[in-house]
C-alpha cells in the first residue's frame, strides 16, 4: 500500500504530511505571522516565508512519520486554488521531489481536499453526502458523490463567510486574524442582543456583502451614541454577528438538505472550528434527523494531511500528472 507524502502551500500556512496506507503518520504545519502587522495575509510576503519553510517542514513531517524517503511512492501537492506565488513555491518543491526520486506527481484541489478530510478518521461519511466548506475565501455547498465527483449547489455571490467574520473583527478593533477572536467573546456574550439582516438571496448561494455594511453602520451609530459601547458590549456584539452569520450558513444548508433530500451533512474549511456553526450543526442533528460530520480542529484550517489523503485515494485510481503541471489561482471544485 502507497505511502504518500502531501504538500499545502495555499495561503500562509506551509504544510506537509505523510499518510500511509490511508493512515495519517504526520502533518506539521508553519504557521506565518508576519502578516499580523498588515491586518492580513501580504501574497509577497507569504511566498517568502514558503521557501524559508518548505524544507524544514517536509523534513520534520518525514522525520515524525519514522519513514524514509525512499519510501515515498508519490508526492500529491495543491495545484490550486489559493494564491499563485504561495501555489509556486509548493508545486515547485514537489516537482522536484518527484523528480529527483522518480516517482508520480499528484495534483489537488484545495477545496476538494478540505473535503475529503473527512477521510482521514472514523466516522467517515457515505456517499452520496452535503458539505459545507467555509473558508476565508469560499464558502460553498457541495453535494459529495464519490472522492472526486463533487457538484457545485450553492456558493457566495460576493464575499465568504470567514471574511465576514474577519472584516467585522477589524471593524471591532480586534487583531488578526480576527474571526476566532469573535467566536472566542461570542461565547461569552447573547446572541439575541442585536438584530442584523439576512441577506435574501435566491436558491442555495450566500451573500454576506451587505450584512458587512450594515453592520459597518451599526458600529459607527453606537459609537456616535456611546463613545465605549464596544468595550462595553464586545461579547453581545460578537455573539449577535455570529449567530446571524451561522444563520444564513445553516437557512441554505437546511434547504439544500429538503431539496435533495440527503441528511447526512458535512463542514470543512477553517471556518468549520467556529463554535457556533458546530454547535448548530449538533443542534440540527438531534431535532431534524441529520447524520453530522465535524472534523478535527488540526484538519479545519489548512493543512497538508487533507492533501496527503486526496493524494491517496487519487493514487489507487492512478491518477498522476506530469512534470509541465502549473498552479492555478483559480480552479473549480
Known amino acids: 500500500m502507497p505511502t504518500i507524502l502531501g504538500i499545502e502551500s495555499s495561503c500562509d500556512d506551509t504544510s506537509a504530511s505523510i499518510v500511509k496506507d490511508g493512515k495519517v503518520l504526520s502533518n506539521v504545519i508553519a504557521n506565518q505571522s ?21 524544507i524544514p517542514t517536509v523534513h520534520k513531517a518525514i522525520s515524525d512519520a519514522k519513514v524514509s524517503k525512499n519510501e515515498i511512492n508519490a508526492v500529491a501537492f495543491t495545484r490550486g486554488p489559493g494564491l499563485l506565488g504561495s501555489l509556486l513555491v509548493g508545486s515547485s518543491f514537489a516537482k ?5 526520486l522518480d516517482i ?5 484541489n484545495h477545496m476538494q481536499a478540505h473535503i475529503l478530510a473527512h477521510f482521514i478518521d472514523d466516522p ?11 473558508s476565508g475565501g469560499h464558502t460553498q455547498i457541495v453535494k459529495v458523490n464519490n472522492y472526486f465527483e463533487m457538484e457545485l449547489i450553492g456558493e457566495t455571490t460576493d464575499d465568504a463567510a470567514g471574511e465576514a467574520f474577519d472584516k467585522a473583527a477589524k471593524m471591532l478593533g480586534l487583531p488578526y486574524p480576527g474571526g476566532p477572536l469573535v467566536d472566542k467573546y461570542a461565547q461569552l456574550g447573547n446572541a439575541n442582543a442585536y438584530a442584523f439582516p439576512e441577506p435574501q438571496i435566491p436558491g442555495l448561494n450566500f451573500s454576506f456583502s451587505g450584512l458587512k455594511t450594515s453592520f459597518l453602520y ?13 468595550e462595553e458590549n464586545m461579547a453581545d456584539v460578537c455573539a449577535s454577528i455570529q449567530n446571524r452569520i451561522v444563520s444564513v450558513l445553516m437557512n441554505k444548508v437546511k434547504k439544500a438538505v429538503k431539496e ?3 441528511k447526512q451533512v458535512a463542514i470543512a474549511g477553517g471556518v468549520s472550528a467556529n463554535s457556533g456553526l458546530r454547535n448548530s450543526l449538533l443542534e440540527a442533528e438531534k431535532k431534524l434527523g441529520w447524520k453530522v460530520f465535524i472534523p478535527k480542529f488540526e484538519y479545519c484550517t489548512d493543512n497538508a494531511a487533507m492533501i496527503s489523503i486526496a493524494g491517496y485515494y487519487k ?16 480552479w473549480e471544485i
Open 34 to 54: 508576519v502578516h499580523e502587522a498588515f491586518g492580513g495575509v501580504v501574497p509577497e510576503l507569504a511566498s517568502r516565508v514558503h521557501q524559508q519553510n518548505i
Open 124 to 134: 467517515k461519511p457515505q456517499f452520496p453526502f452535503l458539505c459545507l466548506t467555509v
Open 104 to 108: 508520480p506527481l499528484i495534483e489537488i
Open 218 to 230: 451599526f458600529i459607527r451609530d453606537k459609537k456616535k451614541e456611546n463613545p465605549n459601547f464596544l
Open 260 to 262: 435533495t433530500g440527503i
Open 96 to 100: 522536484s521531489f518527484a523528480l529527483a
Open 315 to 330: 493514487y489507487l485510481q492512478g491518477e498522476f500528472v506530469g512534470q509541465d503541471v502549473s498552479p492555478l489561482a483559480r
